[in-house]
């Protein structure tokens, strides 16, 4: 094994023994000396011999030496022994030469000796120039009481001379002229210490040789010459192979005894602290014990010389002494286990941490004030060393995709979401990196998101994110919808809810998991006790019955911060009994905050009244029968005067329900689609809205697909009616898809062609209703007419390869289409062979295609364009005040401009201009849009003067129409 003497070492072991920059022993002597400066003959007089000998023996055996009361002559003797004795001298012999070879003199040049000297010095090992800067300021005060100690710089130069700078034991012995060199150059060291030591070289012995964060100490041995040479080959050749990665990539290691609680023995040991865990070896180099991080319990190092360690696992406990000199030994252990489990465990609580006790106090604190854990929210608040280390606890091998993912995309972005498929893309779950993952998170604090959403991980990995939920903190929404979990796995994850005190789950989404009323018993509860801050609860096709529905709906009735808390109520496919419908509507008459009421499938068992329900806003009745239901579900929707979004499709909701629906709430969103209707019934309902657009002027969204009936009584008076309302209609999005019974053919065209007049409609989706290549020619035409239409879906349409050849026809016409879906469908059924084989149009629809989908894509381009130009306008056009004798109205600077600068303008415009109503200035926005094209473009050929003269609206001059097209000439010209 290797040697533990203290004496005899170089420099950097001594220094390395104790983590100091100055070895301890000189420390300890110099301690002493400064007490005792003035007695003559220090270092002169010699010690007593036998007790020099015997403190060397017991500093050599690792023991801590306390020299208070000891005679000073032997503290100096032993000084100059261990100086004596170094492996390599304070000054190493290949520097001899260089300092020998300044040959210092008097009455040379001294700053050239100086600068001679500080540069050898600054080429010296960094323990090295600490010790001698050290040893300097203390022979330094040995020489300022030279009046009474008789040891002037001379004096101590003699001294110390031959031990500090001598030749290899090797080489020659050394002649006088070299001894008196080597004086010269200690008494130079002594007189002009502050003018070749820095301030920083003065003080550095203060600090520690080697801090555990330290990039350089990670990548080699922390070892000393011997150890690195001896014991690495021992241990190397008895390890396992797989473990060598785990061993040596960043560890600290040192030989201590071990005491052997069977024997009562001390037993000499090798102990290595990786990266995640403990090793112990025995003198052969036997792996004995392995010991994770997490498997600590307690550590307990009351003095310098014992480190008890004891494993919560089987609960063994380990007490190691130091071989070699005390304190390093063991403190340094303790740095570095409590800098690495820090930074593998950072969001940890204290109370789920090892006790660890250190004594006395005050070497605690100098311990603590030492360690320096780094920013807590680096990689991802520590998770990519949690994962390293969970894995290596579960005898997994992260996968280092996953560390790359981590840190470089999530940490990088500031995500604090995590979504499994992003990081394990893996066909087979729960897997290992799964299981990894998620307990990682038992100890993470970045992250407040978990989405798991269509992985198959079943029960068996709800009980791993039960086991995480038991400790975590930090994540506020918890999504784990279709994940093929039951009973168990969801009875689990209600236990952890009530056991962690500190969750704080706001946003939780279990649906499409099977949750039985046993589940919901204990869910329920974990909801109203544990759950208390919940603003989003999802429960979407869970399955549970008319007791579970009672459950959940009397625990959100039952806790009053539910009130004022929970935002969404997502519940489908379950059955509402007479009592959980009294819960319901209790809890939606008294909440404060709800704005989402999805009960899709859910058929209430009555619509009661609500005399609260302002907050409600978006609602989904959907797949729920209410058509005998009309009169209490008017009834209902009175009670939600702010409702802006409906679903009621699929439903059978009568027409009458409809129109009340109307009359009472100012609708954004309305989907009726897949209620089937007579002719006569949609006939009254799109009366209804052309007479009254007055109330509907908020309707932005409408979608009506599949419900005309196949019945035919009035088709085509229902058609012109549904037509009327949408030439002029306030609608943004209209969707009038076809399908099954609900399919229009031809009776699609009347309504395409309706949007020639509508100026609102941005999002148009006719999908499968087989049309034809009539519907293709109508589009063609439309787009030629219509500047407003965005976006189109119409595939399913049966669109031959001459529709689409019209179609491009106007498209190319046409510069705001920026997106189509590609008509999938249709295509595919142009591209089935015929009987004579592929036919010319089935080889050129492709590049047809290809032709459509680059002008979409340059119409989207110049949109993009043209709306960045728009935000920079809108953001320099200030509004400003202009006074009537009236009243004030407030203007932009467009309106205020064509008003000033009427006589400029066109014969035409200047009349319209005069017949501006006060409502139309109060709604200038609309101005634009209610002229016609060559008014508009007259206009915005002004707007863009005024932009292009870059002067603002109140300095704009007045220009006669040939001074402006000269203007717009020279401009052309400049640009």
Known sequence: MASTKIFGTTIHDACLKVNLMVPQILVDCVNIIDRYLDVEGLFRVPGPQTEIEHSQERYDRGFTIELDGVEVHHVCGLLKLYLRLLKEPLIP????????????????????????????????????????????????????????????????????????????????SVSLSEMSAANKIINFLLDRYDDIFTKEQGIIWKHSLLDPEEEKLRKR????????????????????????????????????????????????????????????????????????????????????????????????????????????????????????????????PDDQKHQLHIGPEKRKERILAKL??????????????????????????????????????????????????????????????FESLIYS???????????????????????????MMKYNSTIHTLQLSYTNASKKGVIA?????????????????????????????????????????????????????????????????????????????????????????????????????????????????????????????????????????????????????????????????????LINIFSSNPLISLDISDNTYRDEDIIELFNYCSENLNQLTSLKLLNISRIFSHRRTNRETAVESVSRFIESSYINDLKIAGGGKGTMRADIVPIAWSLMKN??????????????????????????????????????????????????????????????????????????????????????????????????????????KDKQVGKRKKNSRKKIKVASPRRTHSFSPKLKRRRQRSHSKPANVRKRDNKISESEENEHSNIDTDASESERSELDRLDNLADALEV???NLPVFSENETELLYRTKDSKN
Request: proline residues 4%; contains cysteine.
């Open 93 to 172: 012999p290949k520097y001899y030469d260089d300092f020998i070879g300044l040959s210092i003199d008097e009455d040379g040049p001294q700053d050239e000796y100086i600068e001679s000297i500080s540069n050898l010095v600054n080429s010296l090992p960094l323990p090295n120039i600490s010790t001698m800067a050290y040893l300097l300021q203390f022979l330094i005060r040995v020489s300022d009481h030279s009046s009474k100690n008789k040891m002037d710089p001379k004096n101590i130069a003699t001294v110390f001379g031959p031990t500090v700078l001598r030749r290899s034991e090797e080489e020659d």
């Open 221 to 348: 041995f922390v070892m000393t010459e011997a150890e690195n040479s001896e014991i690495t080959p021992i241990i190397i050749e008895n390890l396992d192979p797989k473990q060598h990665s785990t061993v040596w990539t960043h560890f600290i290691l040192r030989r201590m005894n071990l005491f052997n609680e069977r024997t009562r023995k001390l037993e000499e040991k090798i102990l290595i602290i990786g990266e995640y865990r403990f090793f112990v070896f025995a003198r052969g180099g036997r792996l004995e014990h392995s010991w994770h991080f997490l498997d600590l319990k307690e550590i307990i190092s009351l003095e310098r010389t014992s480190l008890i360690i004891v494993f919560s696992e089987d609960q063994t406990t380990l007490t190691f002494n130091p071989v070699s000199y005390g304190s390093f030994d063991i403190d340094a252990l303790l740095e570095w286990i409590y800098i690495k489990y820090e930074q593998s465990f950072i969001g940890k």
């Open 372 to 433: 320096h854990i780094g920013d807590p929210a680096d990689s991802c608040g520590g998770m990519v060393s949690t994962y390293k280390s969970v894995s290596d606890w579960m005898g997994y091998k992260p996968k280092s995709s996953i560390s790359w993912h981590l840190y470089n995309i999530l940490y990088h972005n500031n995500v604090k979401e995590l979504n499994i498929v992003e990081l394990v893309r893996e066909t087979n779950y729960p897997n290992e990196s």
């Open 441 to 467: 998170l038992s100890f993470n604090t970045w992250f407040d998101t978990l989405i798991i959403d269509n992985v198959d991980i079943g029960n068996e990995g709800f009980f791993m994110i039960a086991e």
């Open 493 to 657: 994850l209600a236990e952890a809810f009530q056991e962690n005190p500190l969750i704080s789950i706001t946003d939780l989404n279990l649906s499409g998991n099977a949750i039985d009323d046993t589940a919901m018993t204990l869910l329920s509860k974990s909801i109203q006790f544990s759950l208390t801050g919940l603003t989003n609860l999802n429960f979407t096709d869970c399955q549970f019955g008319k007791r579970g529905a009672a459950l959940l709906f009397n625990a959100l009735k039952s806790n009053q911060s539910f009130n004022g808390s929970i935002q969404s109520l997502k519940l489908s496919n379950a059955r509402i009994d007479q009592q959980a419908n009294e819960y319901l509507f209790a809890f939606i008459s008294s909440t404060t905050v709800l704005s989402e009421l999805l009960l899709p499938g859910s058929p209430p068992y009555a619509y009661l009244p609500i005399y609260n329900g302002s907050s409600i806003r978006k609602v989904d009745f959907s797949k729920t029968k209410l058509s005998s239901k009309s009169t209490e579900l008017a009834g209902f929707f009175i009670g939600l005067d702010n409702l802006e979004e409906l679903n009621v499709s699929k439903t059978g909701l009568y027409v009458e329900a």
């Open 759 to 864: 100026r609102t409609i941005t999002h148009f989706d006719i999908s499968d209703n087989e049309g034809g290549d009539d519907v293709a020619v109508c589009i063609m035409k439309v787009l030629q007419r219509n500047k407003y239409l965005h976006n189109l879906s119409w595939d399913g349409n049966n669109i031959s390869y001459d529709g689409y050849l019209s179609f491009n026809i106007g498209l190319q016409r046409n510069s705001t289409l920026t997106n189509m879906p590609t008509p999938i469908k249709d295509i595919t059924n142009l591209n089935r062979p015929t009987d004579a084989g592929y036919t010319h149009q089935q080889f050129s629809i492709h590049s047809l295609m290809d032709k459509i989908q680059r002008k979409i894509n340059e119409n989207a381009i110049e949109t993009n």
């Open 952 to 954: 603002t609206y109140e």
